[in-house]
């Protein structure tokens, strides 16, 4: 629940904290005390818009700052831990808003600056505000289902609304892979002819790097043999003369044997030139100009550079290429991605969405007869006696929208012998007033929020009424938080506290403050509701009268 609020510097508030307690609380002030600004921080430090207007004139800033009480709020302390916001042995959430003159904004939870939209997401689960205007959107379609819904309080919208994102995802991705299809014959038609180019060089199996240097090697044959025979003929000449040599300088070793060595490396040099001279000659011999093998090769080199031209790379980069091309292929031509299969998926994500609503329109059917009872009770204590109030579900099975198959309608009779009617048609100001309370009470155990605001609903009631709304009010308090800003003295009577907020004026300059009223303020506020702004003992025995029937 909502345990501190703390507003510094907005509008037309220096600065005010109060604490707030658990139950009832009314609020209550003169028209124009500034209620509907205290609501405008707390919409705020909510998440709400901000603006650089109101920043207090002459101050830089503005700040608000609000804590609430999640020791028994565990969806709340799971949203915390699930974005690292939470603080270790706390059982407080405390979410500030700081908005400067020129219009710019921080917040923060738990001191952690967060986005507005983070901000945003935390206050719907801790706080809902009821304007005085509710009864305005309750004419609306949308509005009427989510408020069936919520009071049904079931996962199964949600799981309808996933499953029409699936099946309609998957839709999507057949429609577009049959226009590619369609778009991209062009494509494959390409990519078959790119690779029969490529088929059509049959190098057998040599690389790049083998042709070339084997075209090298034939093209230079005559010159390759021409070298050959030279180098032979000097390596003959060189083993002769290292022959030669052997036998002084072996007679030369019987003299010296220092010089062993020496001979050792002459008579190696002798085979090394020999072997040399072996391999030359064999090599040489088995040279051969053969010109169809040449003008093979010449073809396939220029085919090589033809097509490496063609894909804008050099010739050792084809290899690449041609993978690259045969896989686009096989992914236009995959039969997992078969227009066959994507159906059999589409198909059967449209029977689960189907199923799901099927599902969901009973649920709604049992739910819409439960809070059709509940609403035409209420009405019964709201001067709408014999009055009632039921759920038009139509269902089309062959629709389909994200919030199911359904189009679901509020109507009202608000008197015996009246027919049931579309809400906005047949019920006037005050009846729809009173009506949308009934609705707001019956749904606000299903929305699952501690605290509640009720900003001026009871507008356009009073009397009987006005007590059974406060009565109404106050069960409600026993179960959540609620802050009912009101002008009625039957609801405040009601309220377990009481605030209080006044404009006050110095020296040319005007604030709004708010307080808490002990028992005997508390009085003293319901008489002036009563009798005006001069209190007398008459209207103070009528305030107290009626604090002593509530408790």
Known sequence: MLSNLHIRNFAIIDNTEIDLDSGLTALTGETGAGKSILLGALSLVLGGRASGDLVKQDTDKAEINASFSIDDLKNIQHWLSEHELNEADSNECLLRRVITANGKSRAYINGSPVTVQLLRSLGELLLNIHGQNEHQRLSNAAAQRELLDSFADTPLSKQVSKAYDAWKTADHQLATQIAAQQSGQDRIDMLRFQLQEFDALDTGGATVADIESEHRWLANADRLVDLGNQSLQTLDDAVNSITETQSPLASLVAIDDRMQEALDLVESASIQCSEAASMLRASTSSMEHDTSRLAWLDDKLAALHRLAKKHQVDASGLTDVELSLRDELDGLTDPANSNEELQKQVDALREVYRAACAKLTRLRKRSAKKISAEITESMQTLAMEGGAF????????????????????????????????????????????????????ATIKSQNVPTLIFDEVDAGIGGAVAETVGRLMRKVGSSAQVLCVTHLPQVAAQAHHHLFVEKTSSKGKTATNLRTLNKKQTRDEIARMLGGAKITKKSQSHAQEMLDSVE
């Open 390 to 441: 039921s759920v038009r579900i139509n269902t089309d099975v062959t629709a389909s929208h994200k919030h199911g198959q359904d189009t679901i309608e509020f109507l009202v009779s608000p008197n015996p012998g009246v027919a049931a009617a579309p809400l906005a048609k047949v019920a006037s100001g005050g009846e729809l007033s009173r009506i949308s309370l009934c609705v707001q009470l």
